[in-house]
């Protein structure tokens, strides 16, 4: 198998570090493969690149070395602490790899500013010998983006850019540069990316395939299979309310009212739709620092049953952020890698089964998403464990 | 649309109260169709018996009157207190068509008892003019039955029966007269009843389908959605432990520890297939009077994820046993007459959806069963609440 | 035992219907004592006013009338739903002692509107002959007042009653009213009341007292116990999240920021007092209509012990608001009136253990408060159940 | 300071490596006091041992050095992973002065094994100069004894003693030997100790104080603030379900259900007491092996309110039992240390504010608990936290 470029925006954070780190001590055999959804059984015959054949680089606006980064996630529990010592040399490499990124711009971005990016991703591509390069934005989530016309028109970006007064977040920038490097673009957090129209029709045009957006790695996972079992079994939720308490990066991040609000606007988009009517109650993103990259949500959804009868579920979900995105990092990477190989252009909606807010797809419920994935890569195959058993 | 009779097994305790008081009160208008799965729009065109066309017998063993029975449940919110008042004379009136019933024989069953059975179902039919009877078991939950022979051999049950010496437990005696009567039979509580090889041959001969056992109803329902949430995202649950809080009359009975045994096994066998692999744990059921119809569950799941991040999800479930599984029993008798009326003969996988351990089937995942159930009697139809909009 | 007047501010709301209707109900013999502090052995001997004693009347801006206002609070199962009806007349003979109460003025109270206050609650006394009247607000949850002279200054205040420009709260302007008409006064909610100097001085100068205030009947109960356990075991809280979900009037109320920030303020103070030090993490309202009067509040307090270890316990309340606050409300009126007729004069800081944000004490531990109250009234007496059985 | 010695049966277990290395760590300055009850500002003044006072020693049955029982604590993250390495060799040195204990005898302990326990209390008393020592039993939990006329009666106890058949449990041995070295002794978990006639009439003979038993560390704790929070406001508890899952050493003892039986009797013990009124609801302790020494508590508490309306609180505690257990053990070894230097003989009731089974009290309630603890041995100290603020 060739080799394939993996870029990572945002290349220092909790995730990025885990995933890199992560991949690194799985394919010296120092860890298993819990938490990838690629290395299941029904991916076998997908002819997916290998973790071993994974080339790490990215962007970043600063942070410490890898090898540093890792050392507060050893600490909270969320990798093993003999890990960051046992790698760290494979992660200073990694490290060298990674090039200064750009800050948001509210006066605009220039041609010259996604140009450097487009240069450092064909410097690696070519450094690293990769076949194919898979961008992925880890970066800190943004407020909703301005309504700007060269999001909606690739011209007027064009023309945009050429004056120096592109009003486009810093991730489509990303989105931007990646595209013309050639390469695919996974968005995973909640930021605009490749969404926006222009930047949607420059992928169509230049025949790249991306996917996106915002990683569904907790609370939304767990309703994303109870909405489901209410819509079944033909039970009226009446109230549903969240309750998510973060520390760590993206907490702070989040505890900015605007990037607060495009999160939690991603969350709650799918929730109507997967119980097929709007339905009441708060959804809360919390920043409490003493968590550190511990998450900790809580739902309490009031339902209705025969007779109007009043019932409740709750849970409580206590997990850590990285450790639940870094897995699904590889499984995109690998995924989009080979969407590209296999020539899909535009949206992937088939991915739809690792995002809060699937790009190019309305479902939302988690076993719909599993087929439709499996279903596009996989041999045929029925639900997740049960299927070898069934005959 | 011709008449189908209900003969509902155990027909004055709460499930039964609250499916026939509940069948009343839709059929009047003064009632929602609320946690009836066979009224979601995917089932409009399969042609199902209509709620109005359900006419109520059934055998029980004592008992107070329906309209009596339901006071109880009116107080302690289960069923909205005007009800049982305002249908007090249609209660009267199915109540008038419950037979006594039979109590477990140690020493065994004799010809005339199943008969007798039997002729109260033929007789039943004749009156109400029914086009086909399904017969329902709601009684209370039996201990595990001894291994007899005359469950394995039809032709041995038949000797016994002949002998008076038949010790099958009451579950199966009711089944023998209903196949026997020509009626489909619903195995809605762990109990026995149709599965053992004796009565499903007998199924199999005379032409009759069946379903069982153990409706699904609270705990079970969500574990059947979280188990395959976390195979699916190849995360390694390593403990799954269960407390159930019950009242009410389903309570009392698992009281007895053997009893409890027969529940708890029913209720453990799906968890392991449902991941792939086995799983400690505990798994308990305790009866805690003052809850009265109320049944609390907590489950914790601890699991692990990417390079062995240990992480938890729990849960709580509040609910009122007869309001979940009430109208599962319209169900059943809708879809059961509606396999009987199609030709379906022995058991019927695709009910799999309602049960704690499908009859038939190895899949317990319940978006599978869904699948499996729609595709079986439904239009082409995607997940249960995104369908419609898809397009 | 003479008699005492119960004059409650929102007389139609949730809580005072509960309260009204509940002594109705338990001087009749037709409900238990649960959940009367007062009814507990320890204040046999304290000689307060029996419920039996009490005549209710109050003010109100409107609602419908009291037997009316039951009605939801029975079908959501607050109260039994025989109650409203056996006991509609003398709910009918309450509520003709309902007179209009005043909105708040932004532009200012004038002397004719709380004189007139005054004249409502001096007919009541008289025409019912009770021995002193004891005014407990119960109405909705105000902004927080502006600053102004005249909630300083007595002088002030009257100067600008005079000119018909006192910019006080409403429950202020009913507070002034009451202690003009020698009533002692309780201040249920978080709203100011008799809480200002000008207040506070007036109570002194008449030598009236007054207790408050905002009923301590949920979450913050849970928490005025469980904060002194972490700080009795050396434990170190590192932060408290609290969600409280709220349906019903006050919800309502507090869905307005103003009146929630109100609230929120209420609840913080003692957290950080009863721990020593402050702490991290949210405290969110939510008023969510689909709860009616129950209120869900789920806390996650993480924690830090021996060797920095990091623990967590979380608790969900689910309770009934009215059903909470309705019997504290009678236990104040009883013990309020204690204080005036033994003559206590100004705040009354052993009546803390009722409320969130006790005036004139900084205790907040529950059990503390218990100390001080029943050292006040009762015979010396140990903790709250194992009194007489440690001899 | 003169020194202490302090002597833990069960010395190689996790409860005991936790505490010995805890103590040199905090008197090293490489860990803080977290969880330190005697460390609290109220027993300043009550001229305790100082944690570098105490020297350890003490019995085990086999287990491995202390420095390798430290690890697996690390790994799971009960203590910080650097400090069984950098206190390696302390620990060696404690692990030297470890001895051989006791195992079971159901054919009855000798005068020799006694004799032999006691030699090995003498000479490390008089190795390490100290000027009195503490036994504290941390051994596992052991089957309740069987009724044996030896341990009623210090003359029959003396007499089997003699002639080999003192059919008493090995906590009791230990016991005996302890009074008979002059220890003051300390039964940390539920096993009879010195609890039994025989043993508690030697220590008064003795003149020596002793304390018990069954630490209350976890879900207890919670119970001993919630239940006299309900009945302080004359809430009625109704149920009471508790689920505890423990992994760890103490969880698999208890997997053996007569060792169960006597923790769950111990458990169970303090709730009647606290309500004033027996409460129905299961107690179950489920040993999980793969949560290490993590524990996880759920209780579910059903309670009625005004009017009779049913309210719940539930909550999860999750925290480690070594970390929870280990500073009370620091604690109660100088609490009882100086109960002996002062005089004191026989049960000290006062320190039941560790226990869950306080021996010579009947006070379950924490913060009475508390009162007594400090209007024992502290300055006149009102509440935990609010003591110094309220001047």
Not at 99 to 123: N, S
Request: charged content about 25%.
């Amino acid at each position: 198998m060739t080799r394939i470029g993996v870029w990572l925006v945002g290349a220092r954070g909790s995730v990025a570090t885990t995933a890199v780190l992560g991949a690194l001590a799985v394919r010296a055999g120092a860890a298993e493969r819990t938490g990838c959804v690629t290395e299941r059984p029904e991916f076998a015959a997908a002819d997916l690149p290998g973790l071993g054949d994974l080339a790490f680089g990215g962007h970043d606006v600063g942070g410490i070395r890898l090898a540093k980064s890792a050392e507060p996630l050893a600490r909270s529990g969320v990798i093993p602490p003999h890990l960051p010592v046992a790698f760290a040399e494979e992660l200073d490499a990694v490290d060298r790899r990674i090039r200064q990124g750009v800050r948001p711009r509210p006066e605009g971005f220039a041609r010259r500013h996604v140009d450097r990016l487009e240069r450092d991703l064909r410097e690696f591509a070519e450094r690293e010998a990769v076949e194919r390069v898979v961008v992925v934005d880890l970066s800190s989530t943004e407020p909703p983006p301005a309504q700007a016309a060269e999001l909606a028109e690739p011209d007027l970006l064009e023309a945009a850019l050429d004056a120096g007064t592109a009003r486009v977040p810093a991730s489509s920038a990303y989105a931007y540069a990646a595209l013309r490097a050639g390469c695919s673009f996974v968005e995973f957090t909640p930021n605009a990316g490749p969404r926006p129209p222009a930047l949607a029709a420059l992928a169509e045009e230049l025949g790249l395939p991306w996917a996106g957006s915002d990683g569904k790695t907790g609370e939304t996972l767990v309703k994303s299979v109870l909405a489901p079992m209410f819509a079944a079994r033909a039970l009226r939720v009446r109230s549903w309310s969240s309750t998510n308490l973060l520390g760590g990066g993206d907490g702070a991040t989040l505890a900015d009212p605007a990037s607060n609000s495009n999160k939690t606007a991603s969350k709650a988009r799918g929730l109507e739709h997967l119980l097929g009517h709007p339905v009441d109650g708060p959804l809360h993103i919390d920043y409490v620092p003493d968590l550190g990259d511990a998450k900790t949500a809580w739902d309490h959804v009031s339902f209705e049953g025969f007779l109007g009868t009043r019932m409740s579920l709750q849970f409580t979900w206590s997990g850590y952020d990285s450790a639940l995105a870094a897995p699904l990092v590889l499984d995109l990477a690998r995924l989009t890698a080979h969407a590209h190989r296999t020539g899909r252009v535009g949206v992937v909606p088939e991915l739809g089964f690792f995002f809060k807010d699937p790009a190019g797809s309305e479902v939302h419920g988690l076993m719909e998403q599993w087929r439709a994935l499996t279903d596009w890569c996989c041999e045929p195959a029925p639900g997740p464990a049960e299927g070898g058993e069934r005959g």
